[in-house]
């Protein structure tokens, strides 16, 4: 999926990073990355270390990380789940076709109209299944972050979901597959949550502390909003022009607030090594994360230059990738 802020590109380069500090055999830590995201950088240590928790505000992360990252044994049968999904009869009153689809009135168009009635039987047979009980909650996950995933393939947008595209682009007007969203199995058990990371952190301690917070005013609440509507499934009126939900407003994407709860976000951190990727255009400076982080014991800082991942405005997705300057600031925290 592309994600604002994805760390796709730089998850072997910070494996790297966090090895020079912790050393090679991560195999008893506790890792935990806590603005997860798509969960690329948990999966990266999800066969390194003895478990990782992960964490998200956003539910649809929640979802892609409580597959990705929770589900660690292999699922009985999934290709026929899988299967049977992608062969259902299109309905016409689910809430995606209704409010997203312009076929419908609707005056949105997120996705042609034989995918969103797509997504709608997809969605309705998953809740089915789970409300009935036929489906464990590991196979639940399986089946939503892999139409999370193919949905957003499909998505009629620029690359986010802050605005919809006037004509239907080529990639949105094919049809909707379900692709499953295989993960890593291994004999370690993991633990995913969905709160805000500065409640969460004083909850729980481990070794390594992977922060990757927002670093723009771009709140990913309004950014994935339809993704949360998937997931939910719930019913509520949309509202205005793109359809919006209520949503959360993260203090990490205001200047007023940012400074204050990533000072706390170290000060309640019960990990001895601290890693935060930040970019040099965020709201906080360089200069004002050491500040903060050198509070707490030592710190060091390595930087990368990279082509980054930016949504454009247009009809396609060939992203325009600029050159940016990747942080990765680091703490060894005393007096845990
Ligand atoms: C830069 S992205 C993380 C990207 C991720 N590392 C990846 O590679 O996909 C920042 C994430 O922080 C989440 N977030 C924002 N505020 C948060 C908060 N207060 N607590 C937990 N997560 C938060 C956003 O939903 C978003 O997924």
Redesign the pocket.
């Known amino acids: ?1 592309n ?6 590109r ?2 072997s380069w910070i494996l790297e990073e966090v090895k020079q500090v912790v050393g090679n055999d991560l195999s008893q830590k506790i890792f935990c ?9 948990g999966r990266t240590f999800k066969e390194e270390v003895k478990q990782v928790i992960s ?4 539910h649809y ?1 929640f979802v892609l990380n409580k597959n990705y990252i929770e589900n660690h044994k292999a699922i009985q049968n999934k290709e026929k789940y899988i299967e049977e999904l992608n062969n259902l009869a299109l309905i016409k009153n689910g809430f995606i076709y209704q409010n997203y689809c312009m076929g419908s009135g609707s005056g949105r168009q997120y996705f042609s109209d034989e995918n969103g009635k797509k997504i709608d039987a997809i969605r309705s047979k998953i809740k089915e299944w789970k409300d009935t009980k036929q489906i464990n909650s590991n196979l639940y996950y399986f089946l939503l972050a892999s139409l999370l995933e193919s949905a957003d393939k499909v998505a009629n947008t620029a690359s986010i979901y802050g605005a919809f595209l006037k004509h239907i682009k080529k990639s949105a007007s094919k049809e909707l597959v379900l692709y499953p969203a295989n993960f890593i199995e291994n004999a370690n058990s993991h633990q995913v949550f969905n ?6 952190i004083k909850e729980i301690c481990g070794d390594i502390l ?1 922060l ?4 723009n005013h771009r ?3 309004a950014n ?1 909003h339809i993704l949360n509507t998937i997931t939910h499934y719930d019913s509520f009126t949309p509202k205005g022009k793109t359809g919006l939900r209520e949503y ?1 407003r ?4 205001k200047k007023k607030k940012v400074h204050t ?1 990533f000072e706390n976000l170290i000060k309640n951190a019960k990990f001895k090594y601290i890693f935060l ?1 930040y970019n040099n255009e965020g709201l906080m400076s360089e200069k004002d994360v050491k500040t903060i982080m050198e509070k707490y014991g030592i710190y060091s800082l390595k930087t990368k230059e990279y082509q980054r991942f930016k949504a454009d405005k247009t009809e396609n997705r060939n992203h325009k990738a600029d050159k940016t300057y990747e942080y990765l600031h680091i703490l060894e925290k005393e007096d845990i």
């Open positions: 999926m994600y604002i802020g994805s760390k796709s730089l998850s990355d806590i603005f997860a995201g798509t969960g690329i950088i964490n998200d505000l956003e992360s709160k805000d990371s500065n409640e969460l992977y990757d917070p927002p670093y709140q990913y609440s994935y959360n993260s203090n990490y994407c709860s990727s």
